[in-house]
Nanobody
Framework: QVQLVESGGGLVQVGGSLRLSCAAS???????MAWYRQAPGKQRELVAQ???????NYADSVKGRFTISRDNAKNTVYLQMNSLNPEDTAVYFC??????????WGQGTQVTVTS
């Protein structure tokens, strides 16, 4: 089955930017994709979704700062994160959404925003 590998996380100062990538081992063109995040002691939460039509959906906390995009030719989904603040510190996970089958998750990438 398709495997997902996230990359691009790291340490960044308040106000900085990072671009996360989620590379899939197979085609994602027919699937909705999503980025989630989980901060220490908190539940995993949806950050952004992108549909096969390239329509998008964002959590209120990241609207206007984060942008999700996809490159189906590269089987890759991106999350551009701008104006980062300490509340964005979390492990970020990529998810491939499937119908009538379990969704597929990546292993996560750590994002730490320092003040």
């Amino acid at each position: 089955q398709v495997q997902l590998v996230e990359s691009g996380g790291g340490l960044v100062q308040v106000g900085g930017s990072l671009r996360l990538s989620c590379a899939a081992s197979g085609s994602i063109s027919s699937n909705a994709m999503a980025w989630y995040r989980q901060a220490p002691g908190k539940q995993r939460e949806l950050v952004a979704q992108i549909f096969p039509s390239s329509g998008t959906n964002y959590a209120d906390s990241v609207k206007g700062r984060f942008t999700i995009s996809r490159d189906n030719a590269k089987n890759t989904v991106y999350l551009q994160m701008n104006s980062l603040n300490p509340e964005d510190t979390a492990v970020y996970f990529c998810k491939l959404i499937r119908i009538r089958l379990p969704d597929i998750w990546g292993q996560g990438t750590q994002v730490t925003v320092t003040s």
